[in-house]
């Protein structure tokens, strides 16, 4: 065999392991992120649990209300600047419509905390006006 053809398989083989380690990387970054995260999310609920149990429920609705909020600005990060590609072939698999008519019912009910609580000074592209417009679009989106 030609040194030429060994170079060619050599860098044909090495792109390959490249772009396999890169999607396994990111398969098993997002599973060990999920499982390093455990403690934090289960101290989290334990706080939300507490409250219920001393029916410190209207604090525990504001929390939840900023975290929807919280959530829907992600989202709008998503929407912008989203790659769902590095997911393939899992990412076709999440079901956004559906999730996003349970948000706009829930907010046609209950609009958004975070426009309400944040300063209104800090611009156009503060947070609580991208949940503000992020919100107004999913409700005519997906609103009943």
Known sequence: MSKRWVLVIGAASAALAVVVAFVAGMY???????LISSTTEASLCVGELRALRASRT?????TKELELDTQLLLYSRYKAQGQPWIFWPF??????????????AYRKEFPPVLPSIADASTGADSPGQTVRKV??????TYGP
């Open 91 to 104: 990412s076709d698999s999440f079901d956004h419509e559906r999730h996003l008519r349970t948000i706009a």
């Open 58 to 62: 209207a604090a525990l609705i504001q």
């Open 135 to 140: 919100t107004e679009e999913i409700l005519r």
């Open 28 to 34: 098993v970054g997002v599973y060990q992120w999920v």
